[in-house]
């Protein structure tokens, strides 16, 4: 795999961010195959950021997010998957709209479910990217 066609690519992470928690996944996906992830996905040709945000979120879990604000990029090469790959990731926090709203894992192939997480008490292991986040020091609480 890997061959020397491939290229970096732009995947979208969002924090999102309910009182002291975030929600994170147990991914299924190939890359980072059971490790815990935010939503997210590809950026898509032409799409502005904040789109791409909530198209992932409300696809993957249902939810309707507002307030959506960069956080950071992080550089990611995965040469221990079964096809390497290499992924700049923009991360972006959001809010609920509506705070009553409950996450549904509307794609049951690429995620085990969605549950909310302490920043302090994350589930390991950490989908790399995502662990790249927490050890640079960042915190989406402010
Ligand atoms: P899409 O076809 O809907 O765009 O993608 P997906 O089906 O949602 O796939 P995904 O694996 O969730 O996201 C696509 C890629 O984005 C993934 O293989 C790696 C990259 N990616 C990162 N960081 C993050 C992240 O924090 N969360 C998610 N979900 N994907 C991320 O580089
Ligand atoms: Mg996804
Ligand atoms: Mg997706």
Same mark, same amino acid.
């Given at each position: @795999?890997?061959?020397?066609?491939?290229?970096?690519?732009? @995947?979208?992470? /969002? /924090?999102?961010?309910?009182?002291?928690?975030? %929600?994170? @996944?147990?991914? =299924?996906? $190939? !890359?980072? *195959? $059971?490790?815990?992830? /935010?939503?997210?996905?590809?950026?898509?040709? @032409?799409?502005?950021?904040?789109?791409?945000? #909530?198209?992932?979120?409300?696809?993957?879990?249902?939810?309707?997010?507002?307030? !959506?604000?960069?956080?950071?990029?992080?550089?990611? /090469? +995965? %040469?221990?998957?079964? =096809?390497? *790959?290499?992924?700049?990731?923009?991360?972006? =926090?959001?809010?609920? *709209?509506?705070? &009553? &709203?409950?996450? &549904?894992?509307?794609?049951?192939?690429?995620?085990?479910?969605?549950?909310?997480?302490?920043?302090?008490?994350?589930?390991?292991?950490? +989908? =790399?990217?995502? #662990?790249?986040?927490? #050890? $640079?020091? +960042?915190?989406? +609480?402010?």
């Amino acid at each position: @795999g890997g061959g020397a066609a491939a290229e970096p690519k732009v @995947g979208l992470g /969002v /924090v999102v961010v309910k009182g002291e928690t975030v %929600l994170l @996944g147990r991914r =299924r996906s $190939s !890359i980072g *195959a $059971s490790t815990f992830a /935010v939503p997210g996905g590809h950026l898509e040709f @032409g799409e502005s950021f904040e789109d791409c945000a #909530e198209r992932e979120v409300k696809e993957e879990t249902g939810l309707d997010i507002e307030k !959506i604000e960069f956080l950071t990029a992080t550089n990611t /090469v +995965f %040469l221990d998957e079964p =096809r390497p *790959a290499h992924y700049v990731t923009i991360f972006v =926090r959001a809010v609920l *709209a509506n705070p &009553q &709203q409950e996450a &549904q894992n509307l794609e049951p192939e690429k995620c085990d479910g969605w549950s909310w997480y302490s920043w302090n008490e994350l589930p390991k292991p950490l +989908f =790399r990217p995502l #662990e790249t986040l927490v #050890e $640079s020091g +960042f915190c989406p +609480f402010k």
